[in-house]
DNA sequence: ATTCGCATTAACCAATTGGTTAAACCGTAT
DNA sequence: ATACGGTTTAACCAATTGGTTAATGCGAAT
């Protein structure tokens, strides 16, 4: 840390950090005064408490990923340029932030209410409407009978998320280091935009 | 609880069920020992430390997240029937444990050390040696460049194992209640199947 | 120079938590 | 009956943890 932020943004910025890595419960108010450079009381100071500071920042963070969605599916592109630009821009958010997913994933699982109250005032809908209509207008009755809307949902969210939260285990499945991975992981954009789109019917 | 088992057994599966749904550093000893409703102190009379069940229980359940991939690539069926089985087993075990994931993921991110540690001696990369070679048998040499296996076994393990995972979030982005996702779930195998057949071009 | 108000700190507190201990329990062999 | 062994329990302990407090720092307005 140590730059010259407001002590606010300091404690923000250490917050995030920590709490992506060890979760609400694993994280000690400690370890992020220590990251944040401040004293303890200062947390308190500022985030009433540890809840008011988690909920703060989980907030932001359930926001950064449903963001992605949100720009694309306004606009009047054709499907599958629609398809191609949603995974490549995912796929790079979750790169910079690889433990956002399951941090999210993981603190909703934990509190199952959390779900629909920070969801709900979100226009999610809004966007899966637009994205739907997309999906029904491009695609021929026989096709969108045969993959209904929710599966590919299902898959193209799938296909892009998973493997960036489960490194450590095709780590060691398929025997690469970090490095390596990242590289399948960068060349998987095109593998999984050509899936999709050959799983409707629409190989360009 | 409340069967009637050995208190050792009733331990275990406490400890199960509440690391499971907590995580380590969420799981209270006290919430093992009400739910296998013994005193605390029996925690530690047969397990030494919190550590050391939480090491018994994990890997437990590393090894049970393997399994399904353990029998399937030792006879001699046909690729196309091996995903088929695969998708099916790895379904059905998953969906009878849906906290399964996300929780070994959780554990394995939290200490990256642990991945290679619990999985080296496991006889994992002989089956992905095994799974390789009837990928490479049974793909022409344009499709198996087109698709790496690499790609493909990313592809499976995440079209089967992150709908479970995300449960959370798909309820409220498509906007259905438990049973209707279950329904969507288990529709899955088939639509899952059939995309990763396609994919290499074996659709049958 | 003094006052005022926010920012910061060290010390402290109460509750929680993993772990220990010594005594009690209880079926079995003597 | 008694002694013995593993099992179970309640009480206890030390360390950790989230949170509080009272005092201090310090720049700006008076």
């Given at each position: 840390m140590a730059k010259d932020l407001s002590t606010e943004e300091k404690i923000k910025q250490a917050a995030k950090?920590?709490?992506?890595?060890?979760?609400?419960?694993?994280?000690?108010?400690?370890?992020?005064?220590?990251e944040a450079e401040i004293n303890k009381a200062m947390l308190h100071y500022y985030f009433r408490s540890k809840q008011q500071l988690f909920d703060l920042i989980f907030e932001e963070k359930?926001?950064?990923?449903?963001?992605t969605l949100g720009g694309l599916f306004l606009d009047a592109s054709p499907l599958d340029e629609k398809i191609k630009l949603f995974v490549e821009k995912q796929s790079d958010m979750i790169a910079d932030f690889p433990?956002?997913?399951?941090?999210?994933?993981?603190?909703?699982?934990?509190?199952?209410?959390?779900?629909?109250?920070?969801?709900?005032?979100?226009?999610?809908?809004?966007?899966?409407?637009?994205?739907?209509?997309?999906?029904?207008?491009a695609l021929t009755d026989e096709a969108r009978e045969q993959l209904p809307f929710e599966q590919f949902l299902l898959n193209m969210m799938s296909l892009i998320i998973y493997p960036f939260m489960a490194r450590p285990i095709f780590k060691s499945m398929i025997e690469v280091d970090d490095h390596?991975?990242?590289?399948?992981?960068?060349?998987?954009?095109?593998?999984?935009?050509?899936?999709?789109?050959?799983?409707?019917?629409?190989?360009?």
């Amino acid at each position: 840390m140590a730059k010259d932020l407001s002590t606010e943004e300091k404690i923000k910025q250490a917050a995030k950090k920590i709490f992506m890595q060890k979760g609400l419960a694993g994280a000690r108010m400690q370890d992020i005064a220590d990251e944040a450079e401040i004293n303890k009381a200062m947390l308190h100071y500022y985030f009433r408490s540890k809840q008011q500071l988690f909920d703060l920042i989980f907030e932001e963070k359930i926001v950064q990923l449903f963001s992605t969605l949100g720009g694309l599916f306004l606009d009047a592109s054709p499907l599958d340029e629609k398809i191609k630009l949603f995974v490549e821009k995912q796929s790079d958010m979750i790169a910079d932030f690889p433990s956002l997913p399951l941090f999210v994933l993981n603190e909703l699982w934990q509190n199952p209410t959390l779900a629909e109250e920070k969801l709900k005032d979100k226009p999610l809908h809004l966007i899966r409407e637009k994205f739907r209509s997309a999906y029904d207008e491009a695609l021929t009755d026989e096709a969108r009978e045969q993959l209904p809307f929710e599966q590919f949902l299902l898959n193209m969210m799938s296909l892009i998320i998973y493997p960036f939260m489960a490194r450590p285990i095709f780590k060691s499945m398929i025997e690469v280091d970090d490095h390596q991975f990242d590289q399948i992981l960068s060349e998987r954009k095109q593998q999984v935009t050509k899936l999709l789109l050959q799983s409707i019917k629409l190989d360009s």
